[in-house]
């Protein structure tokens, strides 16, 4: 299975080469690397329903106990199942939608890649594995939403979904960092095995709320919804794919998986049932104020979401049933619905349902393909979503924490998202015939292909629920659940609460849809109030990180050394001098033994140091310098060590010969900074010089370890054969970090020789070289 995930990134750089050889059919080449996955994971159905899990290892970093580890449970299955049949319908319907066009080859190539990054990601058991999938799929979605790269919008709403999913992945990161922290270990299949209350833990809150914050953003809760419908500036395959079965289902994943390990709570019943009921009421409200297709199915997918995560919230066993239902009802339904929004653009070259009208006739199987699709979303029997809507009624019901919240909401958003439906399903195909800006006709196999599939899928499961029910269902919400669970669906449950529920909101859904216009009139009033939603605060963080830019490049970043080193000294100050000064108390203990000789020497240094500052000319400046040098190198010798005084001669020497070399070609000495400046200057320097010598002197008087230097005067001789040991230390104990050395002093002597010989070209385009060469020549 390893070899199968990471052989789609090696696939997805084969596919320009792929393209040259099979042309025009390269899509249906491709879809055939998902497809036979989805086979691989049909043939593990019975086995998973058995209540087996699968793991799958492969050492990866074997010295830190690091392994590539893919675990297939109910969950996973269910999900893998989704991406890859989506993904193959996908791939054959881009081959139509995109026919011709010149980045097909690169279109390719990040689509699997997003493919296989969720699927890697829905496999993953271990923590850090996850993690790097998780952004995986951001980095790649971020790659199609952007796909036309010459729109302007397309750009900004790409750069809004990584700006939003990126920061949720750092929350993933912390919470991850946690949760392997608390409970000792970072594979998610031990975690959950090992039974430990992870809700009793001081880190639980801040862990919960960063694990949370990572699925939020990436599945589009509010108030992070906003990003959701901007991305539909994104290639429509890569629409269908993003809602049915990847992206956004990434978060609800997420939270689904740590369900029986951190679900259960207050702040998780709280959080994810509240959360998850504004979303979904939010989700149906913003689409029934929309004309464009695509957004109307956007914000319906936003509903979803938060339908999800409110009944991951809700908890009970009823609501997982119905969690794991209503997640494939809307993998169904969703992927053949944008599938047929595609189709009705891509003919008609109008995106506005208010443009389209009496198109049945000129495209029968497409009208039939959305009606069957619509009613699923709708809830009509005998589709599958007729199923999955009950269910959320009876989950709604049996809530006890917010329930009246919940079930209002719930009854709201069933009836809005029918009226949805209405539109998508009958505002294209029926009533008056409306002129479109291309000539409607049917689509092409490749792009009819899938949403037929898709929707006779809802059809099928939807008379005979039981398919889905005792197979592949049953395992997800038992891996949800923690335990055991039978999942038992039946299109008819007699006469209920939940049949009464769905037979007045289909009443009050389809009232909605024949006043939509005369909505949609009245609900523009509330333009002024939308325009100050989320979104608008997102642009506020994004001009206030602009300012904040300006504001440090022009302040701190502004091109001048003196600054940039004024700068660091002064957080140096503050780090030290608070840890040292501050949070412990300094203890100085050495005993003072200067010599007559010793202090002349330190004099020396310190007058030059002095005299290098307050030079007025540069060749005073340059002496100065010098004496400062050679008195260290004195103090060198002293100490015994000639050799680093000898070194310390030569470079000082080589440096001030340097220095008066260029002396007459620099400028003039100019005043730089005000006198109010030197002395902030000269102060900052003092306080540096003083806390310097203060943590030296208490680092004098502590002594936590071994000293190092007895090794090394014991073993010296033994091991290196060598008598000096500084020069043993260098060649062989720090051998590398010496060729390192030699290396960056190589490099800027090529550089320095490539200066010298480098001229400036004369007026016939000749160097000053090529110039002496031909006169000799």
């Not at 949760?179 to 639980?204: K, P, Q």
């Not at 199987?365 to 009624?393: C, D, N, Q, R, Y």
């Not at 049953?474 to 949800?480: E, G, L, Q």
């Amino acid at each position: 299975m390893q070899f199968a995930v990471l052989s789609g990134f090696v696939l997805a750089a084969f596919a320009p080469l792929l393209h040259q050889w099979f042309g025009p059919r390269t899509s249906f080449v491709l879809a055939a690397f998902p497809a036979l996955l989805a086979l691989w994971f049909l043939g593990q159905v019975p086995t998973v329903m058995e209540g087996e899990v699968l793991y799958l290892q492969l050492d990866w970093v074997p010295s830190l106990g690091m392994s590539l580890t893919f675990l297939i449970d109910g969950l996973a299955l269910l999900f893998a199942l989704l991406i890859t049949v989506i993904g193959t319908f996908v791939l054959i319907y881009a081959g139509g939608y995109l026919k011709g066009h010149r980045d097909l080859a690169r279109f390719h190539i990040v689509i699997l890649a997003f493919m296989v990054s969720m699927l890697g990601l829905v496999l993953a058991d271990g923590l850090l594995t996850l993690f790097v999938f998780w952004e995986l799929t951001s980095i790649t979605s971020y790659l199609l939403i952007g796909f036309s790269h010459a729109d302007v919008e397309a750009r900004k709403s790409a750069r809004q979904g990584l700006f939003v999913t990126f920061g949720g992945g750092l929350a993933l990161m912390a919470g991850l960092a946690m949760l392997g922290s608390v409970s000792g270990s970072w594979s998610l299949a031990e975690i959950t095995a090992s039974g430990v209350d992870l809700r009793e833990h001081d880190l639980y809150l801040p862990m919960l709320l960063c694990l949370l914050l990572a699925a939020f953003t990436k599945s589009a809760q509010f108030p992070f919804h906003f990003w959701l419908p901007n991305a539909m500036a994104a290639p429509t395959p890569v629409s269908a794919y993003l809602h049915s079965a990847t992206m956004v289902k990434a978060g609800i994943y997420l939270m689904a998986r740590l369900q029986p390990s951190l679900g259960g709570s207050e702040a998780w019943i709280a959080i994810l049932s509240v959360v998850g009921a504004v979303t979904m009421f939010t989700g149906a409200f913003l689409a029934i104020r929309q004309t464009n297709i695509k957004k109307l199915l956007a914000y319906s997918t936003i509903m979803a979401l938060g339908t999800l995560t409110m009944l991951l919230g809700i908890g009970t066993e009823g609501a997982l049933i119905t969690f794991v239902t209503f997640l494939l009802a809307h993998s169904l339904y969703k992927g053949a619905l944008f599938m047929v929004a595609g189709i009705l653009d891509h003919e008609t070259g109008t995106k506005d349902v208010t443009a389209m009208g009496g198109l049945r006739p000129l495209m029968p199987v497409t009208a039939i393909v959305a009606m069957v699709s619509a009613l699923s979303l709708a809830g009509v029997p005998p589709l599958f979503g007729f199923i999955a809507k009950e269910l959320l009624f009876e989950a709604a019901l049996e809530a006890e924490a917010y329930g009246w919240l919940v079930l209002l909401l719930s009854f709201v958003s069933a009836f809005l998202t029918i009226a949805v439906a209405a539109i998508v399903a009958l505002r294209p195909f029926f009533g008056e015939r409306r002129p479109t800006p291309r000539v409607a006709h049917e689509a092409p196999l490749s792009m009819l292909l899938g949403p037929a599939c898709l929707a006779a899928l809802s059809l099928l499961l939807g008379v005979l629920p039981v398919l889905a029910g005792m197979g592949v269902l049953t395992a997800a919400a038992s891996a949800v659940m923690g335990e055991p669970v039978t999942v038992y669906l039946s299109l008819w449950h007699g006469i209920n609460i939940p049949l009464v529920m769905s037979i007045v909101t289909l009443g009050l859904g389809y009232l909605l849809f024949k006043r939509w216009d005369r909505l949609r009139a009245y609900l523009a009033r509330l333009d002024p109030v939308m325009a100050r939603g989320p979104e608008a605060g997102y642009e506020a963080v994004m001009h206030g990180i602009t300012v904040v830019s300006d504001w440090q490049t022009r302040i701190l970043q502004n091109g001048y050394m003196r600054n940039y080193i004024l700068v660091m000294v002064l957080v140096l100050i503050a780090l030290l001098g608070n840890s040292l000064l501050i949070r412990h108390s300094p203890e100085i203990a050495f005993e003072l033994d200067v010599r007559f000789h010793e202090v002349v020497v330190t004099t020396l240094m310190v007058l030059g140091a002095l005299f290098a500052a307050i030079a007025r000319s540069r060749l005073s400046a340059v002496v100065s310098v010098g004496i400062m040098g050679f008195s260290i190198a004195l103090t060198f010798i002293l100490f015994s060590a000639p050799d680093l005084g000898i070194t310390q001669l030569l470079v000082e020497t080589l440096t001030v010969i340097l220095l008066v070399l260029v002396l007459f070609r620099l400028p003039r000495f100019a005043s730089l900074s005000t006198p109010l400046e030197r002395v902030r200057d000269a102060l900052v320097a003092g306080s540096v010089g003083a806390l310097v010598t203060l943590l030296i002197l208490t680092a004098w008087g502590i002594d936590q370890f071994v000293p190092i230097s007895d090794y090394m005067i014991e073993n010296s001789a033994p091991l290196a054969h060598g008598r000096n040991i500084v020069n043993v230390i260098l060649v062989d104990y720090r051998a590398l970090d010496t060729l390192g050395e030699i290396f960056v002093l190589a490099l800027a002597a090529i550089g320095v020789i490539a200066m010298l010989k480098l001229r400036a070209p004369d007026k016939a385009g000749r160097s000053t070289a090529q110039e002496k060469d031909s006169r000799h020549g």
